[in-house]
C-alpha cells in the first residue's frame, strides 16, 4: 500500500463522519490533495471555519517541534556546540519545514515558484534570526548563564510573537476580510466565492480517485 493511498483512504473517512448530519470535517482534500487553497480557506469543522490564526498556531507548533529537534541533536552530537549557534541552526534550517506547513496550513500555494517563495520567506527571517541569537548568545554566555533549554525557550516565545508579525506583513493576510489571503509576492486574492468554485471544478476529478479506495 503506498503512502498516497493511505493519506486518501484517511481523509475519504475523516470526511465522511458526520455529527448531528452535519459533516464533522470538509475541505482536507483541497488543501492537501489538490492543494488549490491552504486549509485556513477551505476546512470546515462541524460547519464552522475556524480563524486563520489557529492554523497559524498549529503550524507553527508542529514547526516547533522540529526545530526542538534539530537543537537538541546538535547539542547531543556536538556536545561542544554552544547555545546561541544551536538555536541559529535549528531556526535557519526551520524555515524550510515553515514554508511548507503555512502553505498548506495558512496562505496556500507558492507564487514566483518554490525557491523564490522560500528565499522571500529566508529574507522576512533573516533579521529576527539574527537578533534572536543576540538574545540567546547574551543569556547563556559565561559561566553564569542561563541554562541552555530555559533561554531556548523564552527565545522560542518571543519570536514566535515576532514571527506572526513578520509573516503578515510578507504575505499580507489578516486584512479586515477574513476570507480573503494574499499569497506571498502576489498583488491578488482569493476570496470564499472564488475558493469554493475552483474547489467544486477540482474535486469532482479527484474525488473519484478516494471513492476508488
Not at 475519504?12 to 464533522?24: A, E, I
Not at 548563564?145 to 516565545?157: K, P, R, S, V
Not at 494574499?182 to 482569493?190: D, E, I, N, Q
Request: proline share 3%.
Amino acid at each position: 500500500i503506498s503512502f498516497k493511498t493511505i493519506v486518501l483512504t484517511l481523509i475519504s473517512k475523516l470526511q465522511s463522519m458526520n455529527y448531528n448530519r452535519t459533516p464533522v470535517i470538509t475541505g482536507l482534500d483541497t488543501a492537501f490533495l489538490i492543494g488549490s487553497a491552504p486549509a485556513s480557506e477551505c476546512v470546515t469543522l462541524c460547519g464552522t471555519k475556524p480563524p486563520r490564526y489557529l492554523y497559524y498556531m498549529i503550524s507553527g507548533f508542529v514547526c516547533d517541534i522540529i526545530q526542538f529537534a534539530i537543537d537538541l541533536s546538535l547539542n547531543m552530537l556536538i556536545p561542544s556546540t554552544s547555545a546561541s549557534t544551536c538555536w541559529a541552526a535549528s531556526f535557519s534550517i526551520s524555515v524550510a519545514f515553515r514554508h511548507t506547513s503555512h502553505r498548506y496550513l495558512v496562505f496556500g500555494p507558492y507564487v514566483g515558484g518554490y525557491w523564490s517563495s522560500l528565499g522571500r520567506m529566508y529574507a522576512g527571517y533573516s533579521i529576527i534570526i539574527v537578533l534572536s541569537t543576540v538574545f540567546n548568545w547574551f543569556m547563556t554566555r559565561g559561566a553564569d548563564g542561563m541554562n541552555h533549554y530555559l533561554a531556548y525557550g523564552i527565545t522560542m516565545i518571543w519570536t514566535g510573537i515576532v514571527n506572526y508579525f513578520i509573516l503578515k506583513k510578507l504575505w499580507k493576510f489578516g486584512g479586515d476580510d477574513d476570507n480573503t489571503v494574499a499569497a506571498p509576492g502576489s498583488t491578488s486574492s482569493f476570496n470564499g466565492d472564488t475558493i469554493g468554485a475552483r474547489k467544486k471544478h477540482l474535486v469532482n476529478n479527484d474525488s473519484q480517485m478516494i471513492k476508488i479506495v
